[in-house]
């Protein structure tokens, strides 16, 4: 039996599993992203699973931006988030109150949120729809807040507008991203 192919098809099945990409550790010992992946003729010490990077919603606390909470049956409710506290298993806080706080929270999904502009109201790392002022509907991974290329602006006083953001709707966590 070969143990090696048979670590290398583990290594696999964990990148498919983790929806993420390969490391390699480079010199001086250091993980990075890499274009590459390991054969049976690497050295597989050399090579892990990147663990998924975690959605940070603190951006959200009092945003006025629904969210979604996940109660212990698993089912998921709509509020704010009104605080985020480290030092409790139900960290995220909910503007319903104690008896709704939660282990578990992410934007709403699924629905169009209106946007009257200003400031990127989203953390990076979500796939999302977003619809302009020309009605159009496009799908992003969010991983830059270039507010001139995503249109985070609102009614530009010279030239054409159409581009403005006015709505967003999150489909879920892009690629290597979690919440």
């Known amino acids: 039996m070969n143990t090696k192919a048979l670590e290398l098809s583990a290594l696999y099945k964990e990148l ?3 929806d993420t990409w390969f490391e390699f550790k480079c010199k001086p010992p250091k993980w990075e992203k890499s274009i590459q992946s390991p054969t049976i003729d690497s050295d597989l010490r050399d090579w892990r699973v990147a663990d998924k990077q975690v959605i ?3 951006c959200m606390v009092s945003s006025g931006i629904d969210m979604e909470f996940r109660n212990y049956n698993g089912i998921w ?8 506290n480290e030092c409790t298993d139900k960290k995220y806080e909910s503007a319903l109150g104690d008896k709704y706080n939660s282990s578990e929270c992410r934007i709403r999904q699924d629905h169009w949120h209106s946007w009257q502009g200003g400031k990127c109201p989203l953390p990076k790392g979500l796939n999302i729809n ?3 002022r020309a009605q159009s509907s496009e799908s992003y991974d969010v991983e830059s807040y270039d507010v001139s290329y995503w249109g985070w602006k609102w009614n530009i006083p010279e030239g054409d507008n159409s581009g403005d953001i006015i709505a967003f709707k999150i489909i879920g966590a892009a690629n290597g991203w979690k919440y």
């Open 130 to 132: 977003i619809k302009t």
């Open 77 to 84: 409710w709509t509020t704010q988030l009104n605080n985020i």
């Open 56 to 58: 940070d919603l603190s």
């Open 16 to 18: 498919a599993e983790q």
